[in-house]
């Protein structure tokens, strides 16, 4: 059977989350997404540059390859933080670093890569980007006669189960464990997808849900972890 995936995405709950700290999280994460918008847009200039480098040498320049991984981190951390699953209340870092935030990933860095298949990976990921769609937030614009551009949104399952999740500690006490598991699981999911398109590893995304907060080491360990669940 074939190792784990080269992208790593774990996370540990805080048992002492708010119950009531998420209904403004969403206030609270406009810092980090102001500054994401920042730091996502050179992550674009960085692909570009990482396309052509792998095309004609076969491999990930190390310095861009460390910021795009930091850029994934980044992102997680405060999904992790806010609608990607509400699991903790301590404020995400300011910082591209690996840092002992309860939201952890890491990418193992390919030494090698195929020149060819970056011409591909667009196409090859469609299945995969289809089902990431339904995943996450989606947002729609159309033009209309009477008032010009008008835009809405539809929420995705991540957010919408994280909400559940929070609703139920609201009134509980308890953050659902199997509903976390879950979470980690769509997450990963996700984030496994995006290192794929961001040029980050030749290894094809899999259509397995790997479940709980530890990433399995082997897909054996997946559907070990889920058989010994209670």
Known sequence: MSSAYPLRVEGKLDPTTSRWLW????????????????????????????????????RYPRGLFDYNVGVLRWSWRVSFYSSGAFATDEYPPFTLEYTNYPARLEVAYPEHLNRWLVLVKWLLAVPHLIIVALLVDVTVSSSTQQNGWASWGTWGLISILALVAVVML?????????LFDLLMGLNRWVYRVWAYMMLMTDEYPPFRLDRGGAEPTTPQDSQRALQDRP
């Open 170 to 178: 609201a009134f509980s006490g308890t953050y659902p464990r199997g």
């Open 23 to 58: 209904i403004i999280k969403w206030l609270l994460v406009l810092p980090h997404g102001l500054v994401l918008i920042f730091v996502c847009l050179c992550s674009v200039l960085t692909w570009v540059v990482a396309f052509f480098a792998i095309l004609f040498t076969g």
